[in-house]
């Protein structure tokens, strides 16, 4: 045996090459590389018997503070603004990873008797997959107890009433106006992806709730660049805060059900705020005889105004309708400089905040493209449109029998002869008869003049509407060219009508049909009074209905003013069997009765 082993013993390690290498070639698949095993889509679990301070520690030493989370993994923080200290401190909570542990660190000192909650909900995630850890809020004490009182609420839209995420929720104990704009809350907390939140574990007084888009992340106010919600009235929680509690429990985003489940104490609206400080923040010279200036904030006030060089009635003016930016013609046919000077008196925030009478004056000069234009007359290069009254007239024909044909000129008209249009119908055995109608000029454009037929339009119909050659002379002396207009009604048979038969109307409220996403006004009515408002040719689909309360009679939704304590106007989507949207089939004439009373309860 010894013998045997001595002799052969040298040729193992060359056997066990051969053999691996004999076996290698007999298992590989030499068509498909290795695959690695099935993704992983398990998130991270955390241990949390072992996080320090533990779940409701008490005496935290209020200097350089730490928490340790160890996970199962390593994990990574992905969204670092999801570190969530409350109350928030000066500088956001920062981090470092050891190992499979996160390690939350305080940059300033804690105040000494109070509790906070650190919330890490939507900010870690494992290495590998990127799969989010499903949220944990710690609550710890500086003092010797921990406060045991809740919140929970949702954030949405003034003008959607769709969630807001990632807007912040803070509570004052400081009752102040000034406080949302100058100090940190008592309590604060993010909105998750449905809009919801939950504070937890606060005082048991009264507080300022308030809710912003945090867009700089300094848990204060910033109205320039931030929209705003508030409540009414001071809150006094009345949740006791216990861990089995639904509301606040942590929840997948992504399971509708359990987060539709979820109660809420308080509904608070964003909304962006009209600019306080009024001052001219922009002024272009967008033609020969035109420009504008526009305004900070809204109904801007205007005690005098000249063109340098030219006499008060050779200037026309007009204001947008919230009356913050105002467009300047110059009525006189003559060559203009390339530098207008347009002065003006307008009350104008001072530098303590204060409306002042300021005289200001606005320098309009043309642009390289603008110089290279007005020279064009002496090269003899002129194009047919800078010679006439430039002007469009276009129907759509789903919106024409609501909205009529428009006629918009780009400059304002010094000759009209409206009475000269030719509006005629042929029918379906080609006969041809005139059509009698109504001009009405635009109360927010003077531009701008809608023609509308006196008798209702009939299906298989068609009309035309002519505007004659030479009728119009705008500012710059030029008339218009001739023009005809076609208008047929939708013939698709798969269209279909809805009728909102409306009641309980003791104001004036605006109707708006949205499509499914609210992010698109189909069509829209103003009313004052019970009746049907039909809305035809519409394609089957799901639609939403916007209703809002427009208390000063000016046809737009007016946002809120915290300072002065007003809310947005009231916003309404009509719900139906708990649905906010209505599906309308094809080829059918739906019917709807809305309560409006009923609604704005």
């Known amino acids: 045996m010894n013998r045997f082993i001595k002799k052969y013993f040298p040729l193992f390690p060359v056997a066990a090459v ?24 398990i998130p991270p679990v955390m241990n949390v018997a072992k996080i320090h301070p533990g779940q409701g ?11 340790s989370f160890p996970f199962n993994e390593y994990v990574t923080v992905k969204e670092r603004k999801n570190l969530y200290l409350s109350p928030p401190q000066e500088k956001a909570p920062r981090f470092k990873m050891k190992g499979k542990t996160l390690v939350v660190y305080f940059e300033d000192d804690l105040d000494s008797n109070r509790t906070y909650t650190l919330d890490i909900t939507g900010a870690v995630a494992d290495n590998n997959e990127g799969n989010f850890f499903p949220g944990y809020t710690l609550v710890f004490s500086t003092g010797e107890r921990i406060d045991s009182m809740g919140v929970t609420g949702i954030v949405q839209s003034s003008t959607t009433l769709l969630p807001v995420k990632g807007a912040t929720v803070l509570l004052y104990k400081d009752h102040s106006d000034s406080a949302l704009f100058l100090r940190r809350p008592d ?9 919801y939140f939950s504070i937890r574990n606060i005082q048991d007084t009264l507080y300022r709730v308030y809710a912003i888009r945090d867009e700089n992340g300094n848990n204060k106010y910033d109205p320039e660049s931030e929209t705003v919600a508030f409540l009414d009235t001071l809150f006094r929680p009345t949740r006791v805060v216990v861990d089995t509690v639904y509301e606040f429990l ?23 705020e009209k600019p306080s400080k009024q001052y001219i923040v922009n002024k272009v010279r967008v033609g020969d005889r035109t420009g504008y200036i526009t305004f900070m904030a809204p109904n801007a006030t205007i005690h ?69 234009a007005a020279s064009k007359s002496s090269r003899r290069d002129l194009r047919h449109e800078d010679t006439i009254a430039v002007y469009t007239a276009k129907a759509e024909p789903e919106m024409v029998e609501q909205y009529g044909i428009p006629i918009e000129f780009k400059y304002p008209l010094v000759e009209d002869r409206f009475d000269s249009l030719v509006f005629r119908s042929v029918n379906p055995r080609q006969q041809e008869s ?68 409306l009641s309980g109307v003791h104001s004036e409220y605006i109707v708006d049909l949205l499509n499914e996403k609210r992010n698109k006004v189909i069509r829209s009515f103003n009313t004052r009074s019970d009746g049907t408002l039909t809305f035809p040719y519409l394609k089957a689909g799901k639609y939403c209905i916007r209703i809002t309360e427009d208390l000063n009679h000016n046809g737009i939704v007016d ?35 809305i309560d409006i009373e009923e609604m704005f309860l």
Request: proline fraction near 6%; include cysteine.
């Open 18 to 41: 051969l053999g691996a290498m004999i076996f290698s070639h007999g298992c590989a698949n030499t068509t498909q590389a290795p695959t690695g095993g099935p993704k992983d889509t």
């Open 57 to 67: 520690a008490v005496g935290v030493p209020v200097r350089k503070c730490a928490v």
């Open 187 to 195: 309590a604060a907390a993010k909105t998750d992806d449905w809009g």
């Open 250 to 272: 942590k929840f997948d985003v992504k399971d509708t059900a359990a987060c539709l489940a979820r109660k809420t104490d308080l509904e608070l609206n964003l909304f962006r």
């Open 304 to 372: 005098r105004m000249r063109m340098k060089g030219f006499k008060k009635e050779q200037l026309i003016t007009q204001f947008n309708v919230e009356k913050d930016s105002l467009e300047i013609w110059v009525n006189d046919p003559r060559p203009m400089p390339d530098t207008l000077f347009f002065q003006l008196m307008y009350e104008k925030t001072d530098s303590f905040g204060f409306f002042q009478p300021t005289n200001e004056t606005v320098v309009l000069a043309r642009d390289k493209k603008s110089k290279q």
């Open 434 to 501: 005139p059509f009698a109608y109504t001009v009405t000029k635009d109360s927010s454009n003077l531009r701008r003049y809608i023609v509308k037929p006196k008798e209702p339009f009939q299906q298989g119909y068609e009309y035309f509407l002519k505007v004659p050659h030479r009728k119009f002379k705008d500012i710059n002396g030029f008339y218009n060219d001739s023009t005809e207009v076609k208008i047929t009604l939708p013939n698709d048979e798969k269209l279909s009508t809805l009728h909102l038969t």
């Open 559 to 593: 946002t809120g003013a915290l300072l002065e304590h007003r809310q947005p106007e009231k916003v309404r989507f009509y719900k139906l069997n708990d649905n906010f949207l209505l599906d309308i089939p094809e080829k059918t004439e739906v019917e709807q009765e």
